[in-house]
C-alpha cells in the first residue's frame, strides 16, 4: 500500500509535520471552535457510561457468547457501533482525564493511576464536559469510579458536577484484598457529594455498590427530567476485585466476570428504560465505552481483547482498542458500524458541537467526531495523527490511518500459560521493543508481522509525526521536555 507521503518531497514533509505540531497547540482552538458539523445550539440530554477495564470483545455486539448484555448491545442496535475506537492510555487516571478533559492526559499532567498516597490531581483550571453542560444550563450527576484526586479540591462537586456518587479511585486500592500486602493502602472511602459516608468498603459493600450506583442514577434522573441533563456513569466494574450482588452470582456461564457484567447491563437496561418511559429517548445522546483494555493477568477474572494483541497496561492494540457505542435517534442512524478510528479526546469537543458551547480556551486535543457518530458518508477521521502515552510521560506508539508504529520502550507482557485465577493476577513478562515496530492494522489487527524493514518510507514519516508530538507533549524516554505541557492540581 503507497501513501501519498511517500510521492511529496522532503520540505514538503517537513511542512506538514510542522503543521501538525502547530495543531496540537494553540492555532488549532479557532478551527476546533467549529468542528467538520454545523455547531447545533440544542439541548440533548447526554449520558455518557464508562466500564472500567472492558475489553474490546467483552460484549455481545463484539462477538461475545459466554454472557449476555442485550441492554448493552441495544445502543448497538439502535445507534453505532465502532470497531476502532480508542482510550489515549490503557490505565485508569489517564483514561478518564482524557475523557473528561478532551486532552491527552500527558498535556495536562495526570499520568498513571492516582492512589491514595497521591498529592495531585485534576486542576482547578481545566475545563471538564461537566462544567462545558453546567455553563448551558445541564444539571450533572457523577456516580462511580472517579479517579482524577481524592483530595477535596479535585472531587468532582469541584467540576461542574452537582450531584455524585462512588469511590475515588480503583477498587482494589484498599486493605482487603488477598493480593494486598499489609499496610499498603488505607481504608476505601465511599463518597457522597464531598462527604465520606462509608469509611471502609468492605467485600460485603463491593457486592452493593453496582445497585447504589444505579438507585442514585435513577434518583438523579427523576428529579432532572424535567431540564436538560447530564449523567456520567463511571463504573467502577469489571475492574478486579469483582463483585456481584447475590442475585447475579453463578448466573452467567461467564464466572464472576459474566456475572458482573450481567449486573451492569441490567443497570444500562435501568437508564434506558427510565429514558423510554419518560420520552426522552429522542432527546438524549447516549455513549457507551471504557477505560481501557482487560487486565489479562488476571485470567479467569479478566475480560477478552478479542482478536488484539495483549491488553491493559499496554499499547498495543488490546490496551487501548475500546468498544464505543452510542445513540440519538434521529441524529445517529440505527444498526450502522464506524470503522473510522477516534479517541476519548473527541468526546468533549463533539459533545460542544451538539449543545453549542465554546469550547475551551487553552489547547485541547480531541476532535469533532459529529460526523462519524451519524455515519455519513466517505466521512473520515479528522485526526492525521493519535499519540499512545503511558507511564510517566513515555510516548510509545503513533498511530496515522492504517500505519502503527510501536516506539522503543519497555512492555509488560502476560504469560500465556501463567495467568492468574480467582482474583489472584498470573505473571508478566518484560519485554524489551529495542528498534521501533511498524504494523499495517488494515491487514494485521492482531500486530503481527513487523513491517518496519520494507516500509522505509512510512517508517520515516511515522518518526516524523512522532518527533512532532514530542515537542509540543514531550517523551521521557527521549528526555524531551514538551512545549504544550500543563501542570496538574496540586495539594500542600
Given at each position: 500500500?503507497r501513501?501519498?507521503?511517500?510521492?511529496?518531497?522532503?520540505?514538503?514533509?517537513?511542512?506538514?509535520?510542522?503543521?501538525?505540531?502547530?495543531?496540537?497547540?494553540?492555532?488549532?482552538?479557532?478551527?476546533?471552535?467549529?468542528?467538520?458539523?454545523?455547531?447545533?445550539?440544542?439541548?440533548?440530554?447526554?449520558?455518557?457510561?464508562?466500564?472500567?477495564?472492558?475489553?474490546?470483545?467483552?460484549?455481545?455486539?463484539?462477538?461475545?457468547?459466554?454472557?449476555?448484555?442485550?441492554?448493552?448491545?441495544?445502543?448497538?442496535?439502535?445507534?453505532?457501533?465502532?470497531?476502532?475506537?480508542?482510550?489515549?492510555?490503557?490505565?485508569?487516571?489517564?483514561?478518564?482525564?482524557?475523557?473528561?478533559?478532551?486532552?491527552?492526559?500527558?498535556?495536562?499532567?495526570?499520568?498513571?493511576?492516582?492512589?491514595?498516597?497521591?498529592?495531585?490531581?485534576?486542576?482547578?483550571?481545566?475545563?471538564?464536559?461537566?462544567?462545558?453542560?453546567k455553563?448551558?444550563?445541564?444539571?450533572?450527576?457523577?456516580?462511580?469510579?472517579?479517579?482524577?484526586?481524592?483530595?477535596?479540591?479535585?472531587?468532582?462537586?469541584?467540576?461542574?458536577?452537582?450531584?455524585?456518587?462512588?469511590?475515588?479511585?480503583?477498587?482494589?486500592?484498599?486493605?482487603?484484598?488477598?493480593?494486598?500486602?499489609?499496610g499498603?493502602?488505607?481504608?476505601?472511602?465511599?463518597?457522597?457529594?464531598?462527604?465520606?459516608?462509608?469509611?471502609?468498603?468492605?467485600?460485603?459493600?463491593?457486592?452493593?455498590?453496582?445497585?447504589?450506583?444505579?438507585?442514585?442514577?435513577?434518583?438523579?434522573?427523576?428529579?432532572?427530567?424535567?431540564?436538560?441533563?447530564?449523567?456520567?456513569?463511571?463504573?467502577?466494574?469489571?475492574?478486579?476485585?469483582?463483585?456481584?450482588?447475590?442475585?447475579?452470582?453463578?448466573?452467567?456461564?461467564?464466572?464472576?466476570?459474566?456475572?458482573?457484567?450481567?449486573?451492569?447491563?441490567?443497570?444500562?437496561?435501568?437508564?434506558?428504560?427510565?429514558?423510554?418511559?419518560?420520552?426522552?429517548?429522542?432527546?438524549?445522546?447516549?455513549?457507551?465505552?471504557?477505560?481501557?483494555?482487560p487486565?489479562l493477568?488476571?485470567?479467569?477474572?479478566?475480560?477478552s481483547?478479542?482478536?488484539?494483541r495483549?491488553?491493559?497496561?499496554?499499547?498495543?492494540?488490546?490496551?487501548?482498542?475500546?468498544?464505543m457505542l452510542?445513540?440519538?435517534?434521529?441524529?445517529?442512524?440505527?444498526g450502522?458500524?464506524?470503522?473510522?478510528?477516534?479517541?476519548?479526546?473527541?468526546?468533549?469537543?463533539?459533545?460542544?458541537?451538539?449543545?453549542?458551547?465554546?469550547?475551551?480556551?487553552?489547547?485541547?486535543?480531541?476532535?469533532?467526531?459529529?460526523?462519524?457518530?451519524?455515519?455519513?458518508?466517505?466521512?473520515?477521521?479528522?485526526?492525521?495523527?493519535?499519540?499512545?502515552?503511558?507511564?510517566?510521560?513515555?510516548?510509545?506508539?503513533?498511530?496515522?490511518?492504517?500505519?502503527?508504529?510501536?516506539?522503543?520502550?519497555?512492555?509488560?507482557?502476560?504469560?500465556?500459560?501463567?495467568?492468574?485465577?480467582?482474583?489472584?493476577?498470573?505473571?508478566?513478562?518484560?519485554?524489551?521493543?529495542?528498534?521501533?515496530?511498524?504494523?499495517?492494522?488494515?491487514?494485521?489487527?492482531?500486530?503481527?508481522?513487523?513491517?518496519?524493514?520494507?516500509?522505509?518510507?512510512?517508517?520515516?514519516?511515522?518518526?516524523?509525526?512522532?518527533?512532532?508530538?514530542?515537542?509540543?507533549l514531550?517523551?521521557?524516554?527521549?528526555?524531551?521536555?514538551?512545549?504544550?505541557?500543563?501542570?496538574?492540581?496540586?495539594?500542600?
Amino acid at each position: 500500500m503507497r501513501s501519498d507521503w511517500m510521492l511529496r518531497p522532503d520540505w514538503m514533509i517537513r511542512c506538514t509535520v510542522a503543521l501538525l505540531l502547530l495543531g496540537f497547540g494553540a492555532l488549532c482552538v479557532s478551527v476546533r471552535a467549529q468542528g467538520p458539523g454545523t455547531p447545533n445550539a440544542g439541548t440533548p440530554n447526554i449520558v455518557l457510561i464508562f466500564a472500567d477495564d472492558l475489553g474490546f470483545g467483552d460484549l455481545g455486539c463484539y462477538g461475545q457468547t459466554r454472557w449476555k448484555t442485550p441492554n448493552i448491545d441495544s445502543i448497538a442496535t439502535q445507534g453505532v457501533r465502532f470497531t476502532d475506537f480508542h482510550s489515549s492510555q490503557p490505565v485508569c487516571s489517564a483514561s478518564r482525564a482524557s475523557l473528561l478533559t478532551g486532552c491527552y492526559a500527558n498535556r495536562i499532567g495526570i499520568h498513571g493511576a492516582l492512589g491514595p498516597a497521591a498529592k495531585n490531581g485534576i486542576h482547578q483550571d481545566e475545563v471538564l464536559v461537566s462544567e462545558l453542560l453546567k455553563s448551558k444550563g445541564y444539571k450533572t450527576c457523577a456516580v462511580g469510579k472517579w479517579h482524577l484526586g481524592h483530595h477535596p479540591k479535585f472531587l468532582p462537586l469541584e467540576h461542574g458536577f452537582d450531584r455524585y456518587l462512588g469511590l475515588p479511585y480503583s477498587n482494589d486500592m484498599w486493605p482487603h484484598g488477598p493480593v494486598v500486602k499489609p499496610g499498603t493502602f488505607p481504608e476505601l472511602p465511599l463518597i457522597r457529594g464531598n462527604q465520606i459516608i462509608d469509611p471502609d468498603v468492605d467485600a460485603h459493600d463491593q457486592s452493593r455498590l453496582t445497585e447504589q450506583y444505579s438507585d442514585f442514577a435513577l434518583e438523579f434522573l427523576g428529579d432532572s427530567k424535567d431540564s436538560p441533563f447530564f449523567l456520567y456513569f463511571a463504573h467502577t466494574f469489571p475492574h478486579v476485585p469483582l463483585y456481584a450482588a447475590e442475585s447475579y452470582r453463578g448466573n452467567s456461564a461467564g464466572g464472576i466476570y459474566g456475572d458482573v457484567l450481567e449486573e451492569f447491563d441490567a443497570v444500562v437496561g435501568r437508564i434506558l428504560g427510565f429514558l423510554r418511559n419518560n420520552r426522552l429517548e429522542d432527546n438524549t445522546l447516549v455513549i457507551f465505552s471504557s477505560d481501557n483494555g482487560p487486565w489479562l493477568t488476571y485470567g479467569d477474572h479478566a475480560g477478552s481483547a478479542g482478536p488484539l494483541r495483549e491488553g491493559k497496561g499496554t499499547v498495543y492494540e488490546g490496551g487501548t482498542r475500546v468498544p464505543m457505542l452510542a445513540k440519538w435517534p434521529g441524529r445517529i442512524p440505527a444498526g450502522k458500524v464506524q470503522n473510522a478510528t477516534a479517541m476519548t479526546i473527541d468526546i468533549l469537543p463533539t459533545i460542544a458541537n451538539f449543545v453549542g458551547a465554546p469550547l475551551p480556551k487553552h489547547p485541547i486535543d480531541g476532535l469533532d467526531i459529529a460526523d462519524l457518530l451519524a455515519c455519513k458518508p466517505d466521512t473520515k477521521s479528522p485526526h492525521e495523527v493519535f499519540l499512545h502515552y503511558f507511564r510517566q510521560g513515555e510516548l510509545q506508539a503513533i498511530r496515522s490511518g492504517d500505519w502503527k508504529l510501536m516506539l522503543p520502550h519497555d512492555v509488560y507482557c502476560i504469560v500465556p500459560d501463567k495467568l492468574g485465577s480467582e482474583g489472584k493476577p498470573g505473571q508478566s513478562k518484560m519485554r524489551k521493543i529495542t528498534e521501533a515496530e511498524l504494523y499495517h492494522l488494515g491487514n494485521d489487527i492482531g500486530e503481527t508481522t513487523n513491517l518496519a524493514a520494507s516500509q522505509p518510507e512510512i517508517l520515516r514519516r511515522l518518526m516524523e509525526l512522532a518527533q512532532a508530538g514530542r515537542e509540543e507533549l514531550g517523551d521521557s524516554l527521549t528526555q524531551t521536555v514538551g512545549a504544550g505541557i500543563r501542570p496538574s492540581g496540586k495539594v500542600d
